[in-house]
Each structure stands twice: as C-alpha cells, then as structure tokens.
C-alpha cells in the first residue's frame, strides 16, 4: 500500500476542498472591507468625536 499514490478522486476532492476554503476567505475578506468602508462613510472621521 503505497499513500504517495494520488487518484484522481482524490485530487478533485481535494481541489475542491481548497476552491471552497479560498472563496469563503475571499467573501470574508471582502466582506470586512465593505463593513469598514461602510462605517467610514457613515462616520468619517473619528476624530470630530473626540
């Protein structure tokens, strides 16, 4: 039994594990960057407050 040995099921499997786990970092990712933009526009700058 050899595990170096890469079947093709295994590599699509595995394809598409990291497609998913990079798609949900960059919908994070994105999402965090329209959150902080968001609330830069809505207070601008935070140093009136203070």
């Not at 590599?11 to 968001?38: C, E, M, N």
């Amino acid at each position: 039994m050899t595990s170096t040995v890469l079947k093709p099921g295994r590599l699509k499997k595995t394809a598409k594990a990291v497609l998913a786990f990079l798609s949900l970092t960059l919908l994070t990712v994105l999402l965090v960057v329209v959150f902080l933009t968001f609330v830069n526009m809505v207070f601008g700058d935070l140093e009136r407050f203070s």
